[in-house]
């Protein structure tokens, strides 16, 4: 088991880190090359900006098993058709039952959003934090 991270907005990388390194996972980000990232740890991928090359890659090099951190319903999909076990940066651990409805709702809000001027997502807080933290130790423990 390892951890893969679509880590251009991962806003949880040291908690990710902090996790692997407790359990000695390996951990692999995936950036467009925009980004600059090194932690010493982990072993970082850095992708041209090309239309979801990030996503691709990422899946590409994931195999059963592994967990895979994302906030992208269409690439936890393909996790979870890989086998894998996507989670999110809040701690939400997606799955066959609720990757659907997520799917639908994204749909029927970006249909919304065209229409209205809506805000963006609340500020993140310690808790979402720490609530990740615990769901991805909780996914981690449940599949050993």
């Given amino acids: 088991m390892r951890i893969l991270v679509d880590a251009d907005a991962c806003p949880v990388k040291s908690e990710i880190l902090e996790v692997a390194k407790n359990e000695n996972m390996e951990v692999h980000m995936f950036f467009d090359n925009a980004h600059v990232y090194e932690d010493g740890y982990s072993t970082v991928y850095i992708l041209d900006k090309g239309a979801d090359s990030v996503d691709y890659a990422l899946i590409n090099k994931s195999i059963p098993g592994d967990i895979v951190v994302t906030q992208?319903?269409?690439?936890?999909?393909?996790?979870?058709?890989?086998?894998?076990?996507p989670i999110n940066q809040n701690g939400l651990i997606y799955n066959d039952d609720n990757i659907m409805s997520l799917l639908t709702n994204r749909a029927m809000n970006q249909k919304i959003r065209r229409h209205k001027n809506m805000k963006g997502p609340k500020k993140r807080t310690k808790q979402n934090n720490i609530d990740f933290k615990n769901s991805l130790i909780k996914l981690i423990n449940s599949n050993k």
């Fill in 72 to 85: 992208d319903y269409g690439v936890a999909t393909m996790a979870l058709s890989k086998k894998g076990y």
